[in-house]
Structures are given as structure tokens and as C-alpha cells.
């Protein structure tokens, strides 16, 4: 397997340490008055979403991870299971609800959604920027209370509650 040397060290880099996979957040280079260089890092684990310090000296190598990001559209939600479809190769992934985070508010049936794959398993999901969704329920606004930025709870299609203007209306399409 590829590994990387403490010169190639930089923001974004996928590594592999203790056989779990994790995101170079931040490398700073550090030149001491006495003593070897060193390269003070942040990673974040790609998993458990935990950050770690970790300190390498000049010359050090760390195993590259076996991370890909790949195009899955959103099939369906099973209890607590999220299905998603390769869109290359038409394999189905299965996704808990705890590996797709806060994201499950924001999915529709057929979206395109970014997944991360570590070994060829998926690890986690992440929404499209912007989501076009429908209002199901909101409470009717105040007419004539706009003096200031009013907002609202409503629940959208998805399940999720989220905080809109007062002048929108069930079924109106906003876009979150």
C-alpha cells in the first residue's frame, strides 16, 4: 500500500492509522532552536468523526487510506436503514442511520448524494449543497408582524423541522 512522507504532508490528505481512516484537517511545520524538525497534525477520523493530535518528526511515513468518493443516488429508508445505489456500477449500499448523520433530514427518493467508501465499505453520506423540499405542515403568519426577521417552525416532506419566513405556506417549495 502507498504510504506518504512527512513532505508530502498537507490539508486533505486521507491517511491510515491503528486500520481506521482519517482526514489531515490541519499540518503545521515546526523548526525548533535545538533538535530535529518536526510536523504537529489534526486528524479527523473519517468513522467515529473524533479529531486526534499527533506530532511526526522530519522523515516520518504514514500508510495512505483507501478512500474514494463516489455519485449515490437515495433509493429508499427502511426503519432505520438508508439504501443507496452506485451510479456506475448499480451496486446497493446500506447505510445506518447513525453513519448518515444529520444528512437523512435533507434526503429525497432519487437524489444524487456524495458517499465516502473505505475498503469498498461506505462510511458516510453527504447531501447535495442545496434541496428543493415541500412544506407539509406550518403554522399560519401573523399578517402585518414584519417589522423585524420573522420565522416559523415548519416540518418539510423529509420529517425535518427547520425555521422559515413567516409568509410561506403549506405546500410551497423552499429551497434549504
Excluded at 445506518?96 to 465516502?116: F, I
Aim: hydrophobic share 35%; glycine share 6%; with cysteine.
Amino acid at each position: 500500500m502507498a504510504t506518504y512522507n512527512t513532505s508530502e504532508f498537507r490539508k486533505g490528505l486521507k491517511v491510515q492509522l491503528d486500520g481506521e481512516p482519517y482526514l489531515m484537517i490541519e499540518c503545521n511545520f515546526v523548526k525548533p532552536g535545538k533538535g530535529q524538525a518536526l510536523y504537529k497534525c489534526k486528524l479527523k477520523n473519517l468513522i467515529r468523526q473524533t479529531v486526534i493530535d499527533r506530532t511526526y518528526k522530519s522523515g516520518d511515513s504514514i500508510e495512505a487510506a483507501d478512500v474514494e468518493e463516489i455519485d449515490a443516488q437515495y433509493l429508499y429508508r427502511q426503519g432505520d436503514t438508508f439504501v443507496f445505489m452506485d451510479n456506475n456500477t448499480y451496486e446497493q449500499y446500506e447505510l445506518a442511520k447513525d453513519q448518515v448523520d444529520d444528512a437523512w433530514k435533507y434526503l429525497k427518493e432519487g437524489m444524487v448524494c456524495s458517499m465516502v467508501l473505505f475498503n469498498g465499505n461506505p462510511i458516510s453520506v453527504t447531501p447535495p449543497n442545496h434541496v428543493v423540499l415541500k412544506v407539509d405542515y406550518c403554522e399560519p403568519g401573523a399578517k402585518g408582524n414584519t417589522a423585524t426577521n420573522v420565522t416559523k417552525p415548519c416540518t418539510v416532506e423529509t420529517g425535518a423541522e427547520i425555521l422559515v419566513p413567516a409568509f410561506i405556506n403549506i405546500g410551497d417549495l423552499i429551497k434549504v
